[in-house]
């Protein structure tokens, strides 16, 4: 629908569009500027009070003999003292930018209307990530502005090749999906491939922001945990993958930032390990690896090793528990997996002011109690706290959790099964990990299959800076 010459048709359709006498937080504001009937539409909480004042205070002094002709030209380009607006015809357009936190103006005998973009949300600062944190290094992180999101990113890489490209996802939430990429570095195959993609999502809203839409991007099965995208806080990680070629997707209203494509390798990677010196950061690489490494399989070799103790080697016979416990070591297991799951999801709901009592209870309760009253032999508690340690080795939380997965269906088999449950959980693992494919279907273990030795390298030890930069020239 578009605009027309008469005022109080243009309102009437504007009012329904928006719904302004029924929402008390869209308003209308009409004045007169030359004599002419006008009004300006805006969202209450997104305007900026100090440029409202002064863009009214600037109109409404305006003289009839200041507009007589051009009216809206002459607005923009001598009245209104502000950087970004744009004119409109179409009310449908109209509607999205006030509703995305804009102003619209409207002037009688005009069938062009005036945006301006003199909008500001509610934000918090930027902060340190709570997820991946550094000793060393930046201590911002993304907010839920896209605008201040991006602006985060070209603080860091300013290449004018480098391009943010919006579009807007979601039939009724109109929610701002950025595409950000450096242009001589990225695979325009899959960069199409991904615009198509969002261009044809059919959903009323992104609920749950980046997380509803990673599920309409990527194919995968429901019964694999294993992520195929990898999410940041941190401005520098995004910056780093950019010069890579890589992809990132930013979602209003969202402090995290899609990255693809991914292999199952990128989640093992984080920033600290480039904030230090090569050998630390190669150190702190190989303690990940192990960790991860004992968050799966801690747990089940040390039940194997139990139910075949006699058949251990000498220096290896102090493995086991010395005293029989009034449950099954395999049920033990199972018990404090469960309590362990549940300590972790309450630690993310208790507030900060009851998180020392919530680790308080949860070590006495989980720890010496259950010793004392026989529900649990110390092993079990060790080696489910070496578990769980090792889960949180990993920077990412999405891969994590997915090894908690593969290490709770381990032990299942292996306490069913003994060594043949053993074999079959790896073998479900393996497969699972070979199976998944990343954004392109390129293969999820990359390099280590296809075998790229160059690519390996640079996975098992940190590589100096020096050379990453040269590898990104080249």
Not at 74 to 95: P, R, S
Not at 227 to 244: F, G, I, N, S, W
Request: glycine letters at 6%.
């Amino acid at each position: 629908m578009k605009l027309q010459i008469n005022f109080n048709e243009n309102m009437r359709s504007i009012k329904n569009a928006l719904g302004i006498e029924k929402s008390f937080d869209i308003i209308a504001r009409e004045l007169h500027i030359a004599e002419k009937k006008s009004c300006i539409f805006f969202i209450d909480g997104f305007a900026k009070d100090d440029i409202m004042y002064y863009i009214l205070n600037t109109l409404q002094q305006l003289k009839k003999e200041d507009l007589k002709k051009d009216v809206i030209k002459n607005l923009l380009n001598k009245n209104i003292a502000y950087i970004e607006v744009d004119t409109f015809t179409d009310l449908e357009q109209m509607q999205l930018s006030v509703l995305s936190g804009a102003l619209a103006l409207i002037v009688d005998g005009e069938m062009e209307g005036i945006i301006i973009d003199a909008r500001t949300y509610p934000v918090r600062g930027p902060q340190e990530p709570e997820t991946e944190k550094v000793t060393r290094g930046a201590k911002d992180s993304f907010v839920e502005t896209v605008i201040f999101n991006t602006a985060l990113i070209r603080r860091r890489v300013r290449d004018p090749k480098l391009y943010f490209e919006i579009q807007q996802v979601g039939a009724r939430s109109k929610t701002d999906v950025v595409i950000g990429y450096i242009d001589d570095l990225v695979d325009h195959g899959l960069l199409d491939k991904i615009r198509k993609k969002i261009e044809n999502i059919r959903v009323d809203a992104l609920v749950m922001a980046e997380k509803t839409l990673v599920e309409l991007l990527v194919e995968s099965k429901w019964y694999n945990p294993l992520p195929q995208v990898k999410y940041t806080e941190r401005p520098d990680v995004v910056a780093a993958h950019l010069m890579e070629g890589h992809i990132a997707i930013i979602v209003d209203t969202s402090p995290s930032v899609i990255l693809l494509p991914v292999t199952i390798f990128h989640f093992t990677q984080h920033a600290e390990d480039y904030y230090q010196n090569i050998v630390v950061g190669t150190y702190l690489r190989w303690m990940r690896f192990i960790g991860m490494f004992l968050s799966i399989f801690a747990i089940p070799i040390w039940i194997l090793l139990v139910n075949h103790h006699e058949s251990l080697p000498g220096f290896l016979k102090f493995i086991g528990p010395k005293e029989a416990g009034e449950i099954s070591i395999f049920v033990q297991f199972l018990i404090l997996e469960f309590g362990f799951g549940i300590l972790r999801i309450a630690s993310v709901h208790t507030p900060n002011v009851l998180s020392t009592s919530l680790g308080i209870i949860g070590a006495l309760l989980i720890g010496d109690l259950a010793i004392n009253v026989g529900w649990f032999i110390p092993e079990t508690i060790l080696y489910t706290v070496i578990s769980g340690v090792g889960t949180f080795a990993n920077p990412s939380v999405e891969f994590g959790l997915s090894m908690t997965i593969f290490r709770i269906v381990l032990l299942v088999l292996t306490g069913l099964f003994d060594i043949w449950g053993v074999a079959l959980g790896i073998i479900i693992i393996i497969g699972m990990i070979y199976r998944t494919r990343s954004f392109d279907h390129k293969k999820y273990t990359w390099p280590l299959y296809p075998f790229d030795w160059s690519a390996l390298k640079s996975i098992l030890v940190r590589k100096p800076i020096p050379q990453v930069g040269k590898k990104n020239k080249e």
